[in-house]
């Protein structure tokens, strides 16, 4: 029987945060080297599989985050919140047994449309936690977050080093599995049944929290900012293992230790130091210093010569991380307080439709420029039959760069206060 919400709820959703962190955190230096066995393929090829299976995870997340959403508030948070780390179990125990590409891809699928762990999570937070304590427990599951990323990449280049490229993907599937069934017999629902909706597919829709943007054109211009910005970010996590076995030859456990520095570095400025800046500078500049940041270091990491100039480029480039907390803090003073909410959905949409986009062109464009004359063919199908012109495999860093700078040009000039407030006027 399960007992009624307390500290131990609070305590397990925490865990449950935590370990998907670590899991996501595990993939990424081993990866490469896990698609490499199942494919038989060089690393050119896993880099375009790697695009794949981001892009079917991505897509399925975020078409599915809102029904997940939807039925979490018909039926309550227990059964959703089960029901993910069941599949996340499943996914990860897939992937070390995978005998082919075939389910690997299946398996990111179902992992994607389960992906409802951390809205449901924060949902559950919202319903056993009194108003005036919300923002130290969401606080947690930030914390939560971040630790997971540290960990995780580091763990999972050790345990590949030394047990091969599978091992890490059973690892994660037996913490699944432990946190599964001890929210099974532990985790209370939290979701009253006077506080249940029917399930509406209108608000299950993913691509209904664009209508926000209609509704209030002087946020457009800095959607348009955020969007170009967090296209170029996500070149590091999606490229970063492929780009230091190619052009440093590192093994899994350095990849994952430099991605642990990543995850540091990132959680010190979220942690504390962007609430400083703000402080000193106000939303708008800050904004402009981390666009100003990313665009310098994504040129930096396309040209880096040596590996152990990637920890100093790190620790600068985390200070990117002003950007989005920034534009946020922009756009939420030019909305009224009843649409806040709504504003937070789209800006989820917005970083959603980045994940789908961006993982994929960037792996894509990393394939083609280190196997440079090579035809480049997706499904079969010859795009480019004379394939990239030169190597190089920091091409996506570059145009992540471009992307990053086109984002400041855009907060500079279309987002400009004297736009934004005659938009608001209008």
């Known amino acids: 029987m399960v007992r009624e919400p307390g500290r131990s709820a609070i305590f397990f959703i925490f865990t449950t945060v935590l370990l998907s962190m670590i899991g996501m955190g595990v993939v990424m230096p081993v990866m490469p080297k896990l698609i490499m066995a199942v494919s038989g393929e060089d690393l050119s090829h896993a880099a375009r599989w790697g695009g794949v299976l981001t892009l079917v995870y991505a897509a399925m997340q975020f078409l599915m985050m809102p029904v997940m959403g939807a039925l979490s508030d018909r039926y309550g948070r227990r059964p959703v919140l089960l029901g993910s780390l069941g599949a996340y179990s499943i996914d990860f125990l ?22 409802a762990t951390f809205s449901t999570a924060n949902a559950y937070v919202a319903d056993i936690t009194p108003p005036e304590k919300r923002a130290a427990n969401f606080g947690m599951m930030g914390a939560a977050f971040g630790l997971g990323f540290i960990i995780g990449p580091g763990l999972g280049g050790l345990l590949a080093d030394h047990f091969g490229p599978r091992a890490p993907f059973y690892f994660v599937a037996a913490l699944g599995a432990i946190n599964f069934v001890y929210g099974l017999f532990f985790l209370p629902e939290t979701l009253k049944e006077e506080h249940r909706r029917a399930f509406d597919w209108r608000r299950a829709n993913a691509f209904g929290s664009f209508n926000q943007f209609r509704r209030y054109p002087a946020i457009f211009p800095i959607a348009v900012a955020m969007l170009l910005y967090q296209l170029g970010h996500w070149a590091f996590p999606s490229i970063w293992a492929y780009y230091a076995e190619e052009r440093f030859a590192w093994s899994p456990s350095e990849i994952g230790l430099s991605l642990m520095a990543v995850g540091g570095a990132a959680a010190l400025v979220q942690g504390g130091l962007t609430r400083i800046v703000v402080r000193r500078l106000a939303e708008r500049r800050t904004a402009i210093l981390g666009l100003s940041i990313a665009t310098t270091c994504h040129v930096a990491y396309a040209f880096v010569p040596e590996g152990w100039m990637i920890y100093p480029l790190v620790l600068v480039g985390a200070l990117s991380g002003f950007t989005i907390p920034a534009l946020q803090a922009i756009m939420s003073r030019a909305l009224p307080a009843n649409a806040q909410g709504e504003l937070q959905g789209a800006l989820g949409a917005v970083n959603g439709l980045s994940m789908i986009i961006s ?30 012109p030169i190597y190089f495999p920091g091409a996506p860093f570059a145009l992540s760069s471009l992307l990053a700078g086109s984002a400041l040009l855009t907060l500079l000039f279309a987002a400009s206060p004297r736009k934004t407030q005659a938009a608001e006027a209008a």
């Not at 897939?94 to 992906?115: D, E, W």
């Not at 994929?360 to 480019?384: C, D, H, K, N, R």
């Open 359 to 388: 993982p994929w062109a960037m792996t894509q464009i990393f394939s083609a420029f280190i196997s440079p004359g090579e035809p480049y063919e997706i499904a079969g199908v010859t795009l480019f039959p004379h394939g990239a």
């Open 94 to 115: 897939l992937m070390a047994l995978a005998p082919s590409m075939a389910l690997l891809v299946a398996a990111r699928t179902l992992a994607g449309a389960f992906a």
